[in-house]
C-alpha cells in the first residue's frame, strides 16, 4: 500500500456514516459474509489486510466464528479507530491490530488459514507481488478471499474514469479482471474465481449520492464541512458515470493455495 496518508479521522467519520461503523466501504457486514461464503472460518486464524477502522475484523469473528484476526494497515488514524471499535466490542482476545510499512507482510510462512481483505488492496500497484506474498503466507489448502475495486480494462483510462479518478484522489493502483486472474496463477493459486459486482455496486452509488444530496447532507456536512461534501457529491456523481459504463466494476476475488 502507498505510504501516503488517504484516510484522517475526519475521512473515516464520514465513511462510517456512510457505510456503518467500522466500515470504509460499501456493503457492511452482509457484504463480509458475501465475500467469505461458503468458507468454514470457525476457529481460523485470518489476516486482514488493509483493516481500517476494523468493522469488518469484528464481524468476522461475531458472524463467522473466527479463531484470530490479525489486521494490518499502514495508516494510523484507521488502526487507532479500528483498536477503540475492537476494545469497545471486548475482541481484543481475539483481534489483534498492527500498523505496518508498505511491502512483506512481517509474519513467517504459512501463518494463516484464510487471508481476506475488503476494499484495501487497490491501494497496491503491484499485484503480481501482492499475490506472491498472499501465497507465502497462507497455509497449504487456504484461501484468499477478497472484494476490491476494479477497472474493466488495462488500457488507458476513459477521459470519464481519468475524472473520477482525479476527484477521487486515494492512489487507487486499479487492475483489470484479467491481470487479477493473471497474477493469482502465476502465483500458484488453483480455484481462481472473480465475481463482478458492479451490478450490485451501480444501485448502491445512486442510493448513495442520493443520502448525500438528499435530507442527510447537513448531517455529512457537520461531520466535515459544506465544502468536502460537495466535493463528496462531485465525487460520487462521477463515479456513477463509470460505474453504469461498467468501466468501475467492484469484484469479489477467491483463490485457493493448493494442499502440495
Excluded at 476494545?87 to 498492527?98: M, S, Y
Excluded at 461531520?223 to 461498467?246: F, H, K, N, P, Y
Amino acid at each position: 500500500m502507498s505510504s501516503e496518508l488517504h484516510y484522517d479521522d475526519e475521512s473515516i467519520d464520514f465513511l462510517a456514516r456512510m457505510w456503518g461503523p467500522g466500515y470504509m466501504s460499501p456493503g457492511g457486514p452482509d457484504e463480509v459474509d458475501r465475500i467469505v461464503s461458503g468458507i468454514d472460518l470457525a476457529g481460523a486464524t485470518v489476516l486482514d489486510i488493509g483493516s481500517g477502522a476494523g468493522g469488518p475484523a469484528v464481524d468476522l469473528v461475531r458472524r463467522h466464528d473466527v479463531g484470530r484476526v490479525i489486521g494490518v494497515d499502514v495508516e494510523a488514524p484507521g488502526r487507532a479507530r479500528a483498536q477503540a471499535h475492537v476494545d469497545e466490542v471486548g475482541l481484543a482476545d481475539r483481534i489483534e491490530l498492527q500498523l505496518v510499512a508498505p511491502g512483506p507482510f512481517p509474519f513467517p510462512d504459512a501463518s494463516f488459514d484464510v487471508v481476506f481483505s475488503k476494499d484495501s488492496i487497490v491501494h497496491v500497484p503491484d499485484k503480481a507481488a501482492l499475490a506472491a506474498e498472499v501465497m507465502r503466507v497462507l497455509r497449504p489448502g487456504g484461501w484468499f478471499v477478497a472484494s476490491d475495486w476494479l477497472i474493466a480494462h488495462d488500457d488507458e483510462p476513459s477521459p470519464e474514469m481519468q475524472d473520477y479518478l482525479a476527484k477521487e484522489d486515494l492512489g487507487f493502483g486499479m487492475a483489470s479482471p484479467e491481470r487479477y486472474r493473471h497474477a493469482l496463477t502465476e502465483a500458484g493459486f488453483v480455484d481462481v474465481e472473480l465475481r463482478n459486482r458492479n451490478e450490485w455496486y451501480r444501485i448502491q452509488a445512486r442510493a448513495e449520492l442520493a443520502r448525500l444530496v438528499g435530507p442527510e447532507r447537513p448531517q455529512f456536512e457537520a461531520l466535515t464541512s459544506v465544502e468536502e461534501i460537495a466535493d463528496q457529491i462531485a465525487t460520487w456523481t462521477a463515479m456513477v458515470v463509470v460505474v453504469d459504463r461498467g468501466e468501475h466494476c467492484p469484484h469479489h476475488l477467491r483463490a485457493c493455495k493448493p494442499e502440495r
